[in-house]
């Protein structure tokens, strides 16, 4: 496996860069936090929505948040790939699909992880803002998003790792994300497929344990400055 890693840790890094397009973890790495960072805005809007006091904005945003859940991603890529370019008569780039329909289903995600910090807050927080004046658009801005972002710090983490995870999907379309890498690598040392997808295997188990180790000291520290706070109100 050594000699494996020796031979191909570049191509395994970065695809066939710069002679070709980017691949590779590096590919994989970049289309998640990308896909995170574009999404945020979309989630934080969906995630206000999902607990807007207006039924007309609240349910059909709970719609488009459960129907999407509801899809498998596997099935979006293809829709993505294949349907839509038949349809519109625009094709992009694997990369560019793979992106967007990341995006898509990490909007729906943080909707959900936002309105979840927003409806952990006491309602008091609220309701104090607005007796102070603030307007209802306000108070969220102010008051209510900040504090519910800290405190979902650890979930947003959680779902990179996730993106993460869902980037080998993009092997499908043939994006040249680590895992498609991976597969062309075994069928170079065709007799060393258990070595190549043990590197694999630990490629992906580091940097998922990695961010996962993160977002559960986050959670700790969350947790700890909390608590003086609860014993100064009890």
């Given at each position: ?24 973890l ?10 995170l ?31 999407v ?8 890529v293809?829709?993505a ?9 625009v ?28 409806r952990?807050?006491?309602?008091g ?9 603030l307007?209802?658009p306000q ?14 710090s ?25 895992s498609?890498i991976?597969?062309?690598v ?12 043990l ?6 188990f ?12 986050l ?7 909390a608590?003086?706070?609860i014993?100064?109100?009890?």
């Amino acid at each position: 496996m050594i000699e494996l890693i020796q031979d191909y840790w570049l191509y395994f890094l970065v695809g066939q860069y710069p002679n070709g397009p980017l691949g590779g973890l590096t590919l994989t790495v970049l289309l998640s936090a990308a896909a995170l960072l574009l999404a945020m805005p979309f989630g934080l809007l969906l995630g206000v929505a999902r607990v807007s006091p207006w039924r007309a904005v609240r349910w059909p945003t709970a719609v488009l948040v459960q129907v999407v859940r509801a899809v498998p991603l596997l099935l979006v890529v293809f829709w993505a790939y294949f349907f839509l370019p038949a349809v519109t008569g625009v094709k992009t780039g694997q990369a560019t699909t793979m992106l967007m329909t990341l995006v898509l289903f990490d909007a729906v995600y943080l909707a959900e992880i936002v309105a979840a910090g927003i409806r952990a807050l006491p309602k008091g927080q609220f309701e104090g803002a607005r007796s102070l004046g603030l307007s209802y658009p306000q108070a969220l801005r102010l008051v209510i998003l900040p504090q519910a972002l800290r405190h979902v710090s650890p979930s947003l983490v959680s779902q990179l790792v996730a993106t993460i995870k869902a980037t080998s999907l993009g092997y499908i379309i043939g994006l040249s994300e680590v895992s498609f890498i991976a597969t062309q690598v075994n069928t170079l040392v065709f007799t060393k497929a258990v070595e190549v997808y043990l590197v694999l295997a630990l490629t992906y188990f580091i940097l998922c344990f990695g961010l996962s180790r993160l977002a559960f000291l986050l959670e700790r520290r969350m947790t700890a400055r909390a608590a003086p706070a609860i014993k100064v109100t009890a």
